[in-house]
C-alpha cells in the first residue's frame, strides 16, 4: 500500500544499506497482537516469522505487557545489583532447564543479543579448559559478533573479516535429506555403530573425532565443540538421532565441554523447551536468547553447569546484563507458555503445518523436503535437475507477503521455506496460512 511504500522510500534514503527484508513487496509495520501484524496501510498478516523466532508468545501478549508496563514504571536498570525480576527469571530458567542441568546450572546475563550469550559461552569454554580450539559446523549461524562470527560455517557472513578467531575448525553437520548409503557402521566412531542408520551422522562424528583426536590434524588445544541442536539458519537441519549423543560421547572422552547454541531452537520453539530435550543430550554450556525476552525485549543468557562456575567476580562483564523489563518480560512468557500448555500445542500445530507442506511434496519434485519439530520447520526447494533453489524460495517468500502471511528464508543456498510462527497461532490461522503457503508453491513450482 502506499503508507508502506513511503515508509520503505524514507527507510531507503537515510537506512543502513545493510538492513534485509523482501524488498519487492513493501511491508512497513504498524501494530502486532498475537499471531497477526498490521501494515501502514491497514492490510493484516498472519506472522508465520514472528521476528526471527522471537516473539513465542505473540505480539503485544497481554499477560506479558501487563508487567511490562507495571515494572517499565518502578525501575528498568540495575546491571548486576539484585532485583526480584532477576532471581525469578534465573529460578524460573531453571525450572525449565534441560532435566540433566536442573537444580545444578548458572545462568550469566551477557548482554542483550544473542551474539553476546555465544561470546560468553566461548569465554567461558576457554576459560574452563585453559584451550583455544573450537569445534563448530558448516552452515552453523551463531552471531555477527567477531567470536561468534569465527563459529559460524558460511563464508558469507565473515569472508571480508578475517582474521577472526585462529583455531576454529568446521566439521560437516549432518544433512539427512541427502544421506547417502555409503557404510555408516563401518565409519561411525561410537561403540557398535551406534549411527549406523545414517551415513551423513556417521561421518559427521567421524570428523569431528579426526579434529579432535588425530595427531596430524585438527585442533592442538581444543576448548570445546559449539553445534545447534537444529540448525536454524543453515535451513532448519533436523539431526538424526545419535549426532548429539555422539558429540557428548567425544566432548567426554577429550573432557571439553559441549556447548548447545539454543537461540534459535530454544524456548519452546521445538515443542520443547530446549531443542536437545528430543535427543535426551545435556550439554555443559547452553545459550539462549530471541524469544527469552517475552515479547520482542532484547536479553540473552548463557546458561552452565555449575562445575564450570570458575569466573571470579567481574571477569565477564556487560552493562546491559540488568535489564529489569526484559527479565521481567522473560518470566512472564515462561509462565505464559506453560499455563497454556503451548509446548504440546507447538507440537501439534507443527505436525499439521509438516503435513500440509508433505502433501504438496507428495508429488512435486521440486521439494526435496519437509522437516522439522514442533513450530521449527523447514521445505527445501530445488529445480528441476535438483540444483539448490533459492529464486523458487524467493518468489514464494514475495507470493506469502503478497497474499498476507509472513514468511522466512533459510539455508545455505537461500533455498529453504523457513516457518517460525507464534507459538500462540491458533489453528484456524495456520489453515489459513498454510493455504497461502500451498498455492504459492504450486504457483511459484509450476
Ligand atoms: N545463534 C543462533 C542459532 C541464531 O539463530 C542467531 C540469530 N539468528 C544467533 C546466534 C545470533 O543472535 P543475535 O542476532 O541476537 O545476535
Same mark, same amino acid.
Given at each position: 500500500?502506499? !503508507? ?14 545493510? *538492513?534485509?527484508?523482501?524488498?519487492? *513487496? ?101 576459560? !574452563? ?7 563448530? /559446523? ?158 520482542? /525485549? ?65 508429488? !512435486? ?82
Amino acid at each position: 500500500g502506499p !503508507n508502506s511504500r513511503e515508509l520503505l522510500e524514507r527507510q531507503r534514503e537515510i537506512d543502513s544499506s545493510a *538492513v534485509a527484508y523482501p524488498e519487492d *513487496v513493501p511491508v512497513a509495520f504498524e501494530e502486532g497482537k498475537g499471531a497477526t501484524v498490521r501494515d501502514a496501510d491497514g492490510n493484516t498478516f498472519i506472522d508465520m516469522f514472528a521476528g526471527i523466532g522471537v516473539l513465542n508468545v505473540g505480539h503485544a501478549n497481554p499477560y506479558v505487557m501487563e508487567a511490562v508496563h507495571e515494572q517499565a514504571d518502578k525501575l528498568v536498570h540495575t546491571v548486576d545489583f539484585p532485583t526480584e525480576a532477576r532471581l525469578e527469571l534465573i529460578e524460573k530458567l531453571d525450572e525449565i532447564a534441560p532435566p540433566g542441568l536442573r537444580g545444578q546450572n548458572r545462568v550469566v546475563f551477557g548482554g542483550p543479543t544473542g551474539s553476546d550469550a555465544v561470546e560468553a559461552a566461548i569465554k567461558l569454554a576457554k576459560y !574452563n579448559t585453559g584451550g583455544d580450539g573450537l569445534i563448530a /559446523f558448516r552452515g552453523a549461524y551463531h552471531g555477527a559478533t567477531s567470536g561468534a562470527m569465527s563459529l559460524t560455517g558460511n563464508k558469507k557472513f565473515k569472508g571480508e573479516y578475517t582474521p577472526l578467531l585462529s583455531d576454529v575448525v568446521h566439521a560437516k553437520y549432518p544433512t539427512p535429506a541427502t544421506d547417502s548409503n555409503g557404510d555408516a557402521a563401518a565409519l561411525c566412531p561410537r561403540d557398535g555403530g551406534a549411527c549406523c542408520e545414517s551415513f551423513s551422522c556417521a561421518r559427521a562424528l567421524r570428523e569431528v573425532k579426526e579434529i579432535l583426536e588425530d595427531p596430524y590434524g585438527g585442533l592442538a588445544n581444543p576448548a570445546g565443540i559449539f553445534v545447534e541442536p537444529i540448525q536454524g539458519e543453515g535451513g532448519v537441519i533436523v539431526p538424526p538421532e545419535g549426532f548429539l549423543t555422539g558429540l557428548r560421547e567425544l566432548a567426554d572422552a577429550n573432557d571439553i565441554p559441549l556447548i548447545f547454541d539454543e537461540i534459535q531452537s530454544g524456548f519452546g520453539r521445538s515443542g520443547q523447551w530446549w531443542a536437545s530435550e528430543w535427543y535426551d543430550v545435556t550439554p555443559d554450556i547452553m545459550t539462549t536468547a530471541k524469544a527469552l525476552g517475552g515479547v520482542g /525485549f532484547p536479553l540473552s543468557a548463557t546458561i552452565y553447569h555449575e562445575d564450570l562456575d570458575t569466573w571470579g567476580s567481574g571477569d565477564h562483564a556487560g552493562t546491559y546484563r540488568g535489564h529489569v523489563v526484559a527479565m521481567r518480560a522473560g518470566s512472564r512468557a515462561i509462565e505464559y507458555i506453560q499455563e497454556h500448555d503451548l509446548l504440546a500445542h507447538a507440537r501439534d500445530l507443527g505436525e499439521y503445518i509438516r503435513g500440509r507442506l508433505s502433501q504438496v511434496a507428495a508429488d !512435486n519434485p521440486r521439494i526435496l523436503d519437509v522437516r522439522g519439530k514442533g513450530l521449527f520447520v523447514g521445505c527445501e526447494f530445488v529445480d528441476s535437475d535438483g540444483n539448490p533453489d533459492g529464486d523458487a524460495a524467493d518468489a514464494l517468500q514475495d507470493y506469502c507477503f503478497e497474499h498476507g502471511v509472513l514468511v522466512w528464508k533459510a539455508g545455505r543456498h537461500g533455498n529453504v521455506l523457513r516457518l517460525l510462527p507464534p507459538l500462540v497461532l491458533t489453528e484456524d490461522l495456520a489453515e489459513t496460512a498454510m493455504d497461502v503457503v500451498v498455492e504459492g508453491i504450486e504457483t511459484v513450482t509450476a
